[in-house]
């Protein structure tokens, strides 16, 4: 009898064992382009920030230009930033508006990410979420001690996966521009945003925000 | 006698006003956005940018340019491990009692063999430092964070969280020292270190905010959540801004804005881009 329980015991862990099998690497294939998408760009801001100073601003701006747009859906994040508003807006502003988004948030990952003093992503774990979304959770640690966690979200785009938040601490980056932005347009309205990010770019590029 | 009748008046004194207190957090709870006292915050948080840019920067600027990394970073974790017990008293109050053991552990450890809390040795052997406050025990015991505040010379807080300020003097340790001139400077030490250790976060806010005002405000809400639920990621929230929005507000102002229109899904081109979908539906599986 004691036999007969200990060998359902083991078929049960075995069948378990076998289904863990299957769902692994399907799981990791369904959440696998979207980590690899996260990993490149970390990789380049790594690489960026280790040559950061030789480069310069302008540098890093051209460097991380075509790979924040590779791996960022910045016109739908621009999009979801607005919320109401962008229904509003014409064609025109439109695209005013996302490409003054495009160049501000190329010019913050290059004002931030300037110089390397030991900095490395860690802890890269993938689940999919609503809307068929991909979240990737990661670290990022200065000699081994850990700044801050740092979550991508990342949705498909025209057969390839593309961030579209990134949530650091539990504070959402979108969420934070959304609230910024909407409540520019509200009080002074569209030009005024506008004017205000083409400054900022400005600000950024000249070095002016200084710590 | 008499002894006896204002033993009693007292409690009932403070059973009102706890009462009192409880019920106008509860109400500030429920009173809509999160900031219906944004007038009077503004005008507080100009006057702490002003004081900071004016003192407060200039005095953690000379501080970092005389005192070297390794001296900071002692000072910091002694300034830490002073306040910690305030830490453990919200652990024990949350009903964490294994959270609390170990914070006891913590700071038996930093305060011993960590020589005062000068180094921080604990948390190499696993004993991790929290982040418990009253606001956060207040907010595990279900009452609602209540308006967010601006507080001059604190920054920003919420109205549930402002017990912290006074609970955070009564738990540290340089409150039962009893030497003046010993605690004094040494908790003017304590505010310049904290500025001089805010600085990396005060610059990524003028680096990143087109409204500093708001960049903050909404910051520290999301982070406060997000300590609330001890650190897990607000998913709930995350995916919530990947919805369609409603209709906008009515401006305050005239806005310069065209026409309303019916939301087109794809409508932009990103220079040096080809225009694609913006975002396409999601493919079955």
């Known amino acids: 009898m004691a036999g007969q329980v200990t060998m359902r015991r083991w078929a049960g862990a075995m069948a378990a064992a076998w289904l863990l099998g299957l769902t692994a690497p399907a799981y990791a294939a369904q959440t696998g382009p979207a980590v690899a998408v996260v990993r490149q760009f970390q990789d380049t801001l790594i690489a960026v920030m280790k040559v950061g100073k030789s480069l310069g601003f302008e540098g890093r701006y051209g460097r991380l230009m075509p790979v924040v747009r590779r791996s960022h859906n910045v016109a739908y994040i621009a999009e979801l930033t607005l919320g109401p508003y962008w229904g509003r807006l014409t064609v025109a502003q439109r695209q005013a508006f996302v490409h003054a988004f495009t160049e501000l948030t190329v010019a913050t990952y290059a004002a931030q990410f300037r110089r390397y003093s030991g900095q490395a992503f860690h802890r890269i774990a993938s689940e999919k979420v609503a809307q068929g979304d991909v979240l990737v959770e990661t670290d990022i640690a200065t000699r081994g001690r850990k700044d801050a966690t740092i979550d991508y979200l990342l949705a498909p785009t025209g057969g390839h996966w593309q961030i579209v938040n990134i949530v650091a601490n539990g504070v959402s980056d979108l969420a934070l521009k959304r609230a910024q932005y909407t409540a520019i347009i509200h009080r002074k309205g569209f030009p005024a945003l506008l004017a205000a990010l083409r400054g900022k770019v400005v600000q950024l590029s000249h070095g002016t925000v200084k710590g | ?285």
Request: with cysteine; net charge positive; proline share 11%.
């Open chain 2, 1 to 285: 006698m008499a002894d006896d009748a204002r033993y009693r008046a007292r409690r009932f004194v403070g059973r009102v006003v706890g009462l009192g207190w409880f019920l106008f957090l509860g109400g500030c709870a429920t009173s809509g956005g999160p900031d219906p006292l944004a007038a009077m915050n503004r005008r507080f948080y100009a006057f702490n940018s002003a004081t900071d840019r004016l003192i407060m920067s200039p005095v953690a600027h000379v501080y970092k340019a005389a005192a070297p990394k390794p001296l900071r970073a002692s000072l910091t974790n002694f300034f830490h491990n002073v306040a910690y017990p305030n830490v453990i008293v919200n652990d024990f109050l949350q009903g964490r009692l294994g959270q609390g053991m170990d914070d006891i552990g913590r700071f038996v450890l930093n305060s011993t063999v960590g020589v005062f809390g000068l180094f921080d040795v604990a948390t190499p052997l696993g004993l991790k430092a929290h982040v418990e406050d009253a606001g956060l025990t207040l907010g595990r015991w279900g009452v609602g964070r209540g308006p967010y505040l601006v507080l001059p010379f604190v920054g920003p807080d919420t109205l549930r969280n402002t017990p912290s300020l006074v609970m955070g003097v009564f738990t540290n340790v340089l409150y039962y020292v009893g030497a003046p001139a010993l605690t004094v400077p040494l908790t003017v030490f304590d505010v310049i270190n904290a500025r001089a250790n805010a600085s990396a976060s005060l610059r990524y806010v003028r680096e990143n905010a087109v409204d500093k005002y708001v960049f903050t405000r909404d910051a520290y809400l999301q982070h406060r959540d997000y300590l609330q639920d001890d650190g897990h990621l607000p998913l709930k929230a995350v995916e919530q801004l990947m919805l369609p929005p409603g209709p906008p507000p009515a401006p305050s102002h005239p806005v310069p804005l065209a026409p309303v229109a019916p939301r087109p899904r794809v409508a932009v081109t990103i220079p040096g881009r080809p225009v694609v979908p913006i975002r396409p539906p999601v493919p079955a599986g």
